[in-house]
T-cell receptor
Framework: DAGITQSPRHKVTETGTPVTLRCHQTENHRYMYWYRQDPGHGLRLIHYSYGVKDTDKGEVSDGYSVSRSKTEDFLLTLESATSSQTSVYFC???????????FGPGTRLTVT | DAKTTQPPSMDCAEGRAANLPCNHSTISGNEYVYWYRQIHSQGPQYIIHGLKNNETNEMASLIITEDRKSSTLILPHATLRDTAVYYCIVGSYNTDKLIFGTGTRLQVFP
């Protein structure tokens, strides 16, 4: 299995609080991605990174920000969590210009 | 990126071949077909990809029609562990993003 970890694996938080999810890789892959998965919607891309400090938006980026200060870490921040952000969040990595993405185990976030 | 259409669900008997179809009638010449699957509550897993030739690996075979407007993923001897949601994705090789649809839920039964 590709070396991808996500932390925390489960989190419950209250509306309005900031939340940061971490994705860590040991594969030295250039690309990193954050997805969310909700019933009836499949996986939707939030943000992605194509290098240190290089990030771009996906299809559902509103309410989320990301940072990548090191190759191995990609952080997803919810500045002020809302109930609509209750979801399962997956991180993925890939080598240069590759569609062979490798996914982490996911983080289940509940916003009450 | 081209849009794909997949049936929402399919059944397959254990030991038989599972043939999962995907329509991508708007695919352009430089776009690949990729298949992933997601076993319950796990992260998606890459299966196979192709451009225009048929492809085979240890997990599956990918058959792409000559006009490239549709493809079929074949699991030659389905097992209960192949029960999952299967995603067909189309995109150009130098595009950074994968766009997942809702996929096909394959149920393998004993």
């Amino acid at each position: 299995d590709a070396g991808i970890t996500q932390s925390p694996r489960h989190k419950v938080t209250e509306t309005g609080t900031p939340v940061t999810l971490r994705c860590h890789q040991t594969e030295n892959h250039r690309y990193m991605y954050w997805y969310r998965q909700d019933p009836g919607h499949g996986l939707r891309l939030i943000h992605y990174s194509y290098g240190v400090k290089d990030t771009d938006k996906g299809e559902v980026s509103d309410g989320y920000s990301v940072s990548r200060s090191k190759t191995e870490d990609f952080l997803l921040t919810l500045e002020s969590a809302t109930s609509s952000q209750t979801s399962v969040y997956f991180c993925a990595i890939s080598e240069l210009s590759s569609y062979e993405q490798y996914f982490g185990p996911g983080t289940r976030l509940t916003v009450t | 990126d081209a849009k794909t259409t997949q049936p929402p669900s399919m059944d397959c008997a254990e030991g038989r071949a599972a043939n999962l179809p995907c329509n991508h009638s708007t695919i352009s010449g430089n776009e690949y077909v990729y298949w992933y699957r997601q076993i319950h509550s796990q992260g998606p897993q890459y299966i196979i990809h192709g451009l225009k030739n048929n492809e085979t690996n240890e997990m599956a075979s990918l058959i792409i029609t000559e006009d490239r407007k549709s493809s079929t993923l074949i699991l030659p001897h389905a097992t209960l562990r192949d029960t999952a949601v299967y995603y067909c994705i189309v995109g150009s090789y130098n595009t950074d993003k994968l766009i997942f649809g809702t996929g096909t839920r394959l149920q393998v039964f004993p």
